[in-house]
């Protein structure tokens, strides 16, 4: 069980039961808790406890934390895996690209993915409506609980913006009435960013550097989380989800609220990559922050994560289930390097990698399970291709980062679906030195770029020992070097930047949205689906089609039930 951080306890758990499609936009648990029966401090502090469980609250039919789904398998990193394309055909759709008709997704994920959302800001609402009944002289905590609450509030709204972008921005101030009369047309994309840094803005103003108890939200998250945001918000787009300008007064924002971070010498990088993906390292210098689960905590199950259970090696006896998520032929590509040990960026993806005679950036295992490697660093349990499900549909290589070892006292099995107290960070200190170093570059100023990319390259070089076989061996042929400064111009170093991020994160789930953002998501993926379609037949039908599958579609259930205000995305 994990120490000293924010225990997150089931209070409100079994109350979020919902009447209708959209009553949660106003909720308020009935039976036991209301406004006037918390009035007490020490219950509100259950109120915002109860709205830091909200923001992980989900499962696999409606994630909230991995964004896999979402964000890996609509990218060129992975593809669905499991059975064949009928198993759980929902991400089926998702990968190809196939929600055209706005109805279909109700049967899908996505729905409840905005639902648990909602859920969830509504928790944060109730609790900031029943904190600012208090005075500061009663409740001497509430503005730093308030802070925490707004962050939490911005975190969801963020989400549901990079999911759905045009959405409903509901807060504590709004009655029942007001919530049916708010539209996910209220305001223009850019006014919509600046709502959610409200909340942001107003966690930095009101709490401190560093927290007691690990887990709550700082200044110094908030700062991280803001730089995320007004990084998003920098690239404009059009109604047609088209980037045509890139905002510089944002993207100074970004480098001076990273620079926040950065000096306050609070956090670094795990000194190996490894760490970030292996229990007992949650809440490292790394983590900036994180949905917080735990295990062997007095309650049944624990606290444990199963949004990613269904991505273990199904082959393997240990597991069983399911062998989803598997990393795609282009991106272990990616992790090939030249004989300059840097990335491949032209011709990477020409043939398959061979990764008995390539030379390639060490973090390819930490991210891919490939055969005859350590699987999960354990050298004495060699990956398999025969853990892969359905080699004939989807190859033979395996996600890894999200998962643990059966042996792992934060790993739970319940029939065939799995979990873990593993957390799931939503921003690590790696976000924020590539966050500022892709400011930099946009800003015209890639010279100062140079050094922060190189500092995540430099601990990947470092991060080899946990990675060997049993006979002491490397399984791969590793060699990655730093960028120069020779031809270090603002296109290369755009390129660099995008290649770490995509290196850096692989199988993270950002992928997807970093596309989007950049304005690169329809050549970048159509060119990916185009070599695919010779390595995979099932993606044959497969086509991003541009100014609309930037975004999800909006739930079909919610135009319903508003009458109409909501209004779908482009294309639906």
């Given amino acids: 069980m994990k120490k000293n951080i924010l225990v997150i306890n089931l209070l409100l758990t079994a109350l979020l039961t919902f009447a209708s499609c959209s009553d949660f936009l106003d909720y308020e648990p009935q039976g036991t808790l209301s406004t006037e029966s918390v009035s007490t401090p020490a219950n509100a502090e259950a109120l915002v406890t109860a709205a830091y469980a909200g923001i992980g609250n989900d499962e696999m039919i409606g994630p909230m934390t991995s964004m896999w789904v979402y964000g890996s398998v609509r990218s060129d990193d992975a593809y669905k895996g499991g059975g064949g394309v009928a198993d759980v055909a929902d991400i089926n759709f998702y990968e190809q690209y196939n929600l055209t008709q706005a109805q279909q997704g109700d049967g899908f994920m996505h729905p409840y993915t905005w639902e648990n959302f909602y859920k969830a800001i509504s928790r944060t609402n109730f609790a900031i409506k029943t904190i600012n009944t208090f005075s500061e002289t009663d409740f001497p905590l509430k503005n730093t609980r308030l802070g925490e609450l707004r962050f939490l509030r911005a975190h969801s709204h963020f989400m549901l913006k990079m999911l759905f972008n045009r959405i409903p921005y509901i807060t504590e101030i709004l009655s029942s009435e007001d919530i049916l009369k708010t539209s996910n047309q209220e305001f223009t994309s850019d006014q919509l960013w600046d709502k959610i840094a409200e909340d942001f803005q107003f966690a930095i103003d009101n709490l401190p550097e560093t927290q007691t108890q690990i887990g709550r939200a700082s200044k110094l998250s908030a700062s991280a989380y803001l730089a995320k945001l007004r990084l998003y ?340």
Wanted: hydrophobic content about 35%; glycine content about 8%.
């Fill in 233 to 572: 918000q920098a690239y404009e787009q059009d109604d047609s989800h088209k980037v045509t300008n890139i905002n510089k007064t944002r993207l100074q924002e970004v480098v001076t609220l990273t620079q926040t971070v950065i000096s306050s010498g609070k956090y670094n990088l795990q000194p190996d990559f490894a760490e970030n993906f292996l229990d007992g390292y949650d809440n490292g210098p790394e983590s900036i922050f994180a949905i917080q689960y735990s295990i062997n905590d007095g309650t049944a199950l624990g606290r444990i994560s199963t949004v990613t259970g269904l991505n273990y090696p199904h082959g393997a006896p240990q597991y069983g289930c399911c062998g989803f998520h598997q990393p795609s032929q282009n991106l272990a590509n990616a992790f090939g390097t030249g004989a300059d040990g840097l990335p491949k960026f032209d011709n990477f993806n020409e043939t398959s990698i061979d990764f008995n005679t390539a030379t390639v950036d060490p973090r390819v295992d930490h991210t891919i399970g490939i055969d005859g490697h350590p699987y999960k660093y354990n050298a004495a349990l060699p990956f398999s291709n025969a853990w892969i499900r359905d080699a004939g549909v989807y190859g033979n290589f395996q996600s890894m980062k999200e998962q643990q070892l059966a042996t792992c006292s934060c790993y739970k099995k319940q029939g065939p679906f799995i979990g873990t107290s593993k957390n799931i960070d939503i921003i690590r200190y790696a976000d924020v030195l590539l966050f500022q170093a892709e400011a930099y570059i946009e800003l015209g100023q890639q010279a100062l770029a140079l050094p922060l990319i190189n500092k995540v390259r430099e601990r990947a070089a470092a991060s080899t020992a946990r990675t060997k076989k049993a006979d002491g061996t490397d399984p791969s042929k590793y060699l990655i070097k730093p960028y120069t400064a020779a031809n270090w111009t603002q296109a290369y170093a755009r390129k660099a930047l995008q290649w770490e991020r995509r290196l850096e994160f692989a199988m993270e789930s950002p992928r997807f949205f970093d596309l989007v953002r950049w304005g690169i998501a329809e050549p970048t993926l159509n060119a990916y689906l185009a070599k695919e379609k010779t390595r995979r037949s099932y993606l044959n039908g497969a086509r991003f089609t541009a100014g609309r599958d930037e975004y999800l579609p909006i739930p079909q259930k919610e135009i319903n039930f508003t009458k109409g205000l909501y209004k779908q995305n482009p294309g639906f």
